[in-house]
Structure formats: structure tokens, C-alpha cells
């Protein structure tokens, strides 16, 4: 495992942004900035620590007690109103000094700044994560045994969808097993995941993750809501779900919008094109948005759903419109669109 510098803290910060004095000051009073750098070229740099569970003004305030900033209320202002800034990791990361507030949250966000990270995308498979795992350094007994060992929320005997989708740092010398329980415990820190993990009265937790898991694999953010009522329509008449996601999970196969006939035969639990209602368990880790939209799904009585070509999903209720836009998106398709 890559040796750093400073001992940082595991996870991903959520940046809690409470309204208060500070807040208020920085609305009413003027707020010195640095000006934007044209270059970071040549300037000199500093490795900061942002504490595990920092809130907005907390970094504020460290930034400007390093000099990166010219003031805390600059860049408080510029994370208020940037949703970016939830995104901040705790750790180290190596900062120019004397830029503007904007410049400091687009360094705090950049990857190539935080040492020793491990990235967990949303919509990865847990085959994926362990993989990350043995990039980072860990081996492969070390990785077995993290992953066999961890303490899963109550409900829940599989990790895949719970190890929550983030950019995670970690001192020298953490082991594979406190690394992979982080990602673990951080689902339950995220507003959405404690929300679903307390279920509702028709679903479980374990569902309500399943139906997330299947909402990131099968749209964007921008549709989420739509494909979580998609799911929920079909579910509550008994319609098979028919997700291409299920098959490409059993199938583990990543970049190919098009599934087979004879793929969509396979024999499993996952395969939704032969099984009613849900899968036994997620198939990939959905991050909040997702876990939102299978809590808060946008009213409609649509059944089917299609991509005729990239960013263009479109939503029905009537299998004969579904099948037109089915022949539009198989000619798109065979055109090279998707490519």
C-alpha cells in the first residue's frame, strides 16, 4: 500500500451547510477574495487535512488559515451555492496558496490532489471495489477477508450496494478490513441511505436498496424518479421488471446497451426477463440521488421506457408506442448512435 505523508481520515465528508451567524455575516458584508490565478503554475503549494464529518464553515475557516483563501466567507459563499462542495473528501489534499474560493473548492474536488485513493463510482459492482482494493495495494487474502468480515446494517447478509460510492483516503498501514467498513458505515452517514434503511411499510430496506441499485444501472440522474416509477408500476401488477441491468450483472458486463435474446434465457435469480418481482439483492451501489428516487418516485403511469439514442429516454404507458420507439432505437443503434 502507497506510503502518505499525514493521517487522513476515511469516507467521504458530507458538507453540512447550517444557516447560521456565520452564514448571515457573509450575506451582508463583503467578502475578500483572492483573485482567480490564471495559472497555479509555479506557485507554492500545501498539503491541508480536512477532518472526517467537517462542516462548510469548518473548512472555510481552515483554508483561510492556510492561505489558500483570502477569507473564510469567500469560500463559504462560493460552497453554498455550489452542490459540489458536498462532495469534499476529509483527508489530505495538496493545494495551491493564494487562490480564489472558486479555484480552492475546484482543487478540493480534484482527484489528482488527494493521495492514496481509492474511488468507488456509482453504479460499481462489489467485483469492481475489491478490484480497487488490490490496485490500491492490498492483497488478495487481505481483500477476501475484509469483505467476508464486515458489518453489514441490519437485514442485509451482502455487502454489494452498500459500499457507498465515494472518494475514500487512508493513512499509512489501515488494513483492508477498516477500509472496507468505512465504505460501509458511510451509507448509513448519507441522509438518503438512513432513510432507507428504515424501510417502509411495503418494503424492506433490502428491496428499497435492490430497487435503487436498478434505478442507477438503468438511467441517469435526470430520469431517475421516472425509472423508480417504472419499477414500482410493474411490481404492483405483477409485471416482470425486464431490466437489461439484472442480465449485465449476472453476465458482469459493462458498455453494451444491446442484450441478446439468448441472454435475456439465462438462468438465474437476477435475471428479471425470467423472474417475477425483484432480484435477491442489489446489483450495484446507487448513490443518493438514487436511493432518493426509489424513496420520492415521480407520480406517472408509465410501464415501458427505451432509449432511442443518447440522451434521448423516452417514457409510455402503451406497449405499441414502446415497440414504434423500439424500432427507432434498433436503427439508431445499428447507425453507430450508442458507439
Same mark, same amino acid.
Not at 481552515?62 to 462560493?78: M, T, W
Not at 460501509?184 to 441522509?191: A, G, L, P, Q, T
Not at 446507487?286 to 420520492?296: C, D, R, V
Given at each position: 500500500?502507497?506510503?502518505v505523508?499525514?493521517?487522513?481520515?476515511?469516507?467521504?465528508v458530507?458538507v453540512?451547510?447550517?444557516?447560521? /451567524?456565520?452564514?448571515?455575516?457573509? &450575506?451582508?458584508?463583503s467578502?475578500?477574495?483572492?483573485?482567480?490565478a490564471?495559472s497555479v503554475k *509555479?506557485l507554492?503549494?500545501?498539503?491541508?487535512?480536512?477532518p472526517q464529518?467537517?462542516t462548510?464553515s469548518?473548512?472555510a475557516?481552515?483554508?483561510? &488559515?492556510? *492561505?489558500?483563501?483570502?477569507?473564510?466567507?469567500?469560500?463559504?459563499? #462560493?460552497a453554498?451555492?455550489?452542490?459540489r462542495?458536498?462532495?469534499?473528501?476529509?483527508?489530505?489534499h495538496r /493545494?495551491?496558496?493564494g487562490i480564489s474560493?472558486?479555484?480552492?473548492?475546484?482543487?478540493?474536488?480534484d482527484p489528482? +490532489?488527494?493521495?492514496?485513493?481509492i474511488?468507488?463510482a456509482?453504479g460499481?459492482w462489489?467485483?469492481? #471495489?475489491?478490484?480497487a482494493?488490490?490496485?490500491? *495495494?492490498?492483497?488478495?487474502?487481505q481483500?477476501r477477508?475484509?469483505?467476508?468480515g464486515?458489518?453489514l446494517?441490519?437485514?442485509?447478509? =451482502?455487502?454489494?450496494?452498500?459500499?457507498f460510492?465515494?472518494?475514500?483516503?487512508?493513512?499509512e *498501514?489501515t488494513?483492508a478490513?477498516?477500509?472496507a467498513?468505512?465504505m460501509?458505515?458511510?451509507?448509513?452517514?448519507?441522509?438518503q441511505? +438512513?432513510? /432507507?434503511?428504515?424501510?417502509? =411499510?411495503?418494503?424492506?430496506?433490502?428491496?428499497l436498496l435492490t430497487?435503487?441499485?436498478?434505478?442507477?444501472?438503468?438511467?441517469t440522474d435526470?430520469?431517475?424518479?421516472?425509472?423508480?416509477r417504472?419499477i414500482y408500476?410493474?411490481l404492483?401488477? !405483477?409485471?416482470?421488471?425486464?431490466?437489461?441491468?439484472?442480465?449485465h450483472f449476472?453476465?458482469q458486463? $459493462?458498455?453494451?446497451?444491446?442484450?441478446s435474446?439468448?441472454a435475456?434465457?439465462?438462468?438465474?435469480?437476477y435475471n428479471?426477463? $425470467?423472474?417475477? !418481482?425483484?432480484?435477491? !439483492?442489489?446489483?450495484?451501489s446507487?448513490?443518493?440521488?438514487?436511493?432518493?428516487?426509489?424513496?420520492?418516485p415521480m407520480q406517472g403511469?408509465? /410501464?415501458?421506457f427505451?432509449? #432511442?439514442a443518447?440522451?434521448?429516454?423516452r417514457?409510455?404507458a402503451?406497449?405499441?408506442e414502446? =415497440?414504434?420507439?423500439?424500432?427507432?432505437?434498433t436503427k =439508431?443503434?445499428?447507425?453507430?448512435?450508442?458507439?
Open positions: 500500500m502507497r506510503a505523508s499525514r493521517v487522513i481520515a476515511a469516507g467521504l458530507i453540512v451547510f447550517t444557516f447560521s /451567524l456565520f452564514l448571515m455575516r457573509s &450575506q451582508t458584508t467578502a475578500p477574495d483572492f483573485a482567480t490564471q *509555479g507554492p503549494e500545501i498539503t491541508v487535512e480536512i464529518g467537517a462548510g469548518q473548512i475557516a481552515i483554508l483561510a &488559515q492556510s *492561505g489558500v483563501v483570502k477569507s473564510a466567507e469567500a469560500y463559504f459563499r #462560493v453554498v451555492g455550489d452542490v462542495a458536498q462532495k469534499v473528501a476529509p483527508g489530505s /493545494l495551491t496558496v474560493a472558486r479555484q480552492a473548492l475546484d482543487q478540493l474536488l489528482e +490532489r488527494i493521495p492514496s485513493l474511488r468507488v456509482e460499481a462489489k467485483s469492481e #471495489v475489491q478490484q482494493f488490490l490496485d490500491y *495495494g492490498f492483497t488478495k487474502q481483500v477477508s475484509a469483505f467476508s464486515l458489518k446494517p441490519k437485514g442485509f447478509s =451482502n455487502s454489494e450496494g452498500l459500499i460510492p465515494a472518494q475514500y483516503s487512508f493513512p *498501514g488494513s478490513q477498516v477500509a467498513q468505512s460501509i458505515d458511510r451509507f448509513s452517514d448519507d441522509e441511505g +438512513r432513510k /432507507l434503511l428504515q424501510g417502509t =411499510n411495503t418494503y424492506s430496506p433490502q428491496q430497487i435503487a441499485s436498478i434505478i442507477q444501472a438503468e438511467s435526470v430520469d431517475f424518479t421516472k425509472v423508480s417504472v408500476n410493474r404492483t401488477i !405483477g409485471m416482470p421488471l425486464q431490466m437489461d441491468s439484472t442480465v449476472v453476465m458486463a $459493462r458498455g453494451d446497451i444491446f442484450l435474446r439468448k435475456t434465457m439465462l438462468n438465474s435469480s428479471t426477463y $425470467r423472474k417475477y !418481482g425483484l432480484p435477491p !439483492g442489489p446489483i450495484c446507487p448513490g443518493s440521488a438514487a436511493i432518493k428516487a426509489a424513496l420520492e403511469d408509465w /410501464l415501458y427505451i432509449t #432511442v443518447p440522451g434521448d429516454t417514457f409510455t402503451s406497449f405499441d414502446f =415497440n414504434d420507439w423500439k424500432v427507432l432505437y =439508431n443503434r445499428k447507425a453507430g448512435a450508442f458507439k
